[in-house]
């Protein structure tokens, strides 16, 4: 299983939306709504942003949403904060009932 | 509160074996489901395994299937990782981690250092 793809890095101003992509087959992100998407600071362990395409967990602000289109999800980062400055991962299931990340994405926050 | 913490972890040699524990706590560690996630510093996120509530369904990663196990103690709220046949691309900080949404893992425990070193 490969990972999916994600650009290498992503930046913005604060207070601008920033996208980040995310890129699989009809083997993973394209037939099943199982992708999420992960933060990670520095030294810190990944945090769940998004489960199952859009949807928040308590305590994410609104700020953070998802979508999907085909085999390319999307994480959509809205009023970028400097907190946002993270390493952000994808994650979907896939066929024979295994999981694939995506490869991250650097955001900055300039 | 939500506790995940692994132990087990450490220096082996390549063909070695070593298992991973994962101590839960703050939840109904019987009904979740749990998986083994790795990560390489530096590097992104490796799904390895995971299995359901009572331990009768698990799945693998291509490259761990054959050589991994992974189990449960219900009774003792303890996750676990039987880990053979090691091998250098296996050396990673392997993290217990709690799907508590579909496919959302929304706990990660602080990660144990499995180092290949011949």
């Known amino acids: 299983q490969s990972a999916l793809t994600q650009p290498p890095s992503a930046s913005g101003s604060p207070g601008q939306s920033v996208t980040i992509s995310c890129t699989g087959t009809s083997s993973d992100v394209g037939v099943y709504n199982y992708v999420s998407w992960y933060q990670q600071h520095p030294g810190k362990v990944p945090k769940l942003m998004i489960y199952e395409v859009n949807k928040r967990p308590s305590g994410v602000p609104d700020r953070f949403s998802g979508s999907k289109s085909g085999n390319t999800a999307s994480l959509t980062v809205s009023g970028l904060q400097a907190e946002d400055e993270a390493d952000y991962y994808c994650k979907s299931y896939a066929d024979s009932d295994t999981f694939v990340f995506g490869g991250g994405t650097k955001l900055t926050v300039l | 509160e939500v506790q995940l913490v692994e132990s087990g972890g450490g220096l082996v040699q390549p063909g070695g074996s070593l298992r991973l524990s994962c101590a839960a706590s703050?939840?109904?560690?019987?009904?979740?489901?749990m998986h083994w996630v790795r990560q390489v510093p530096g590097k992104g996120p490796v799904w390895v395994s995971r299995i359901n509530g009572d331990g009768s369904k698990t799945g693998y990663a291509g490259s761990v299937k054959g050589r991994f196990t992974i189990s449960r103690d219900n009774a003792k709220n303890t996750l676990f990782l039987q880990m053979d046949s090691l091998r250098a691309e296996d050396t990673a900080v392997y993290y217990c981690t709690r799907e508590d949404v579909p496919a959302g893992l929304d706990a990660w425990g602080q990660g144990a250092l499995v180092t290949l070193s011949s």
């Open positions: 703050g939840f109904t560690f019987s009904s979740s489901w």
